[in-house]
């Protein structure tokens, strides 16, 4: 009789050690599971970080690179300018050269008009002092002297015109030249701007394509690492559901709540004023204001473990979701489900109403958490677990 009661104690002890080892294992899986998911979901950050990066990195290229070709074209024009004002400087160049030929073309020719105009001066006047006694004496005709200083004096006066002539024409070279100087001058100075803008350009072209080059880096490894992210969420993914199924044969409800109902929240979870009894208490879920006869969907996969009225609820749906949490769906009208039917998340459980302690029509919406190893329940407040 001892032993079997010894016997039996052991099997407790040992039924005790396993069950709790067992239901601590819930609470494990379950933030195992809510561990990889904020991995998963900070590897996705990531990777759409990154691909906003690309869609950027590959914008300012573009940008650049049309940049670039605004940069090059302006480039080939300003390098046709200088060429052009390269080649109207040597032709003025050579201008001046020939201006400057000529020049001492006339400065020669108006010293030999010099020369010789003072030759013919010089014989006028070697004529003049000759008398006629002494060409009578001679047995010259008088009349040729005369007639040769008339001769002279023509020859003197047509050198002298040409003198003038070739005066004037080195002055009008001499203008031109000047004036060709002054256009030379000009074009060198247009030259000399056309040259720094050149490298001014030249530089941001430097500049731009070093950019660019940078920007192409930056792709290349973007690209890799949004390869890199895609292949560990691809990884976590997989962990996830493996978990996942892990935790189903275990009985842990791992998935997500959706909203039951859309609609403007008119009271949140936590302590209130009690609208109907007047004094403060917890308010265990939150209320969406909705008319009346709306659709309700359950908010995750599930059982249903009640339908019917609850004090203060009015009419409620309670929907078990495996082992750790529950749902609550009061001031219902009617119901669509039955109890034990096991529900998919968004099908329409029941529709909306102003049963129970309420002010108006709405759905009120509460989200339970279960303790497994010790089956308590405590609410927790929606928002945190809906998207």
């Known amino acids: 009789?001892?032993?079997?009661?010894?016997?039996?104690?052991?099997?407790?002890?040992?039924?005790m050690i396993f069950l709790l080892v067992f239901l601590s294992g819930f609470g494990t899986v379950r933030s195992g599971i809510e561990k990889e998911r904020k991995k998963l979901e900070e590897y996705q950050s990531q990777l759409r970080q990154i691909r906003s990066n690309i869609v950027s990195v590959e914008q300012s290229s573009k940008q650049i690179g049309a940049l670039l070709n605004s940069l090059n074209?302006?480039?080939n024009n300003l390098e046709i300018q200088i060429k052009t004002t390269q080649e109207k400087i040597t032709y003025l160049s050579n201008e001046i050269t020939n201006k400057e030929a000529q020049i001492k073309f006339k400065e020669e020719e108006i010293k030999a008009r010099q020369s010789s105009l003072a030759d013919t001066v010089t014989l006028s006047y070697e004529l003049s002092k000759i008398s006629p006694a002494d060409v009578f004496y001679e047995g010259g005709d008088p009349n040729s002297v005369s007639k040769r200083i008339i001769y002279i004096t023509y020859i003197s006066n047509y050198t002298?015109?040409?003198?003038?002539?070739?005066?004037?024409?080195?002055?009008?070279?001499?203008?031109?030249?000047?004036?060709?100087?002054?256009?030379?001058?000009?074009?060198?100075?247009?030259?000399?701007?056309?040259?720094?803008?050149?490298?001014?350009?030249?530089?941001?072209?430097?500049?731009?394509?070093?950019?660019?080059?940078?920007?192409k880096t930056k792709k290349t490894y973007l690209l890799y690492k949004e390869n890199e992210l895609e292949e560990e969420i691809k990884k976590e993914e997989q962990l996830i559901q493996k978990l996942i199924e892990e935790a189903k044969k275990k009985g842990i409800y791992t998935g997500t709540f959706i909203w039951p109902a859309k609609g403007p929240i008119t009271s949140e979870f936590g302590m209130r004023f009690h609208p109907i009894l007047h004094i403060w208490r917890l308010h265990d879920g939150i209320d969406i204001g909705i008319p009346t006869g709306t659709p309700i969907k359950a908010s995750a996969d599930g059982t249903v473990t009640y339908v019917g009225a609850l004090s203060g609820y009015g009419n409620v749906v309670i929907l078990s979701h495996m082992a750790n949490f529950s749902t609550l769906y009061a001031h219902l009208k009617s119901a669509v489900v039955k109890k034990g039917q096991n529900v998919k998340q968004g099908q329409v459980i029941a529709y909306s109403d102003n049963t129970g302690w309420s002010t108006g029509p709405h759905l009120h919406f509460s989200i339970y958490k279960i303790d497994i190893e010790t089956g308590k329940s405590t609410p927790v407040n929606p928002r945190d677990y809906l998207p």
């Not at 009789?1 to 099997?11: P, Q, W």
């Not at 256009?183 to 030259?191: A, I, N, R, T």
């Open 160 to 215: 002298e015109k040409l003198l003038n002539q070739a005066i004037n024409d080195k002055k009008e070279l001499e203008n031109y030249k000047k004036e060709l100087n002054n256009s030379k001058s000009q074009y060198e100075l247009v030259l000399n701007e056309k040259i720094e803008q050149e490298n001014i350009l030249k530089d941001e072209l430097d500049m731009k394509n070093r950019l660019l080059e940078s920007l």
């Open 1 to 15: 009789m001892l032993n079997s009661k010894n016997s039996f104690v052991k099997f407790i002890v040992v039924f």
């Open 73 to 75: 074209t302006q480039l």
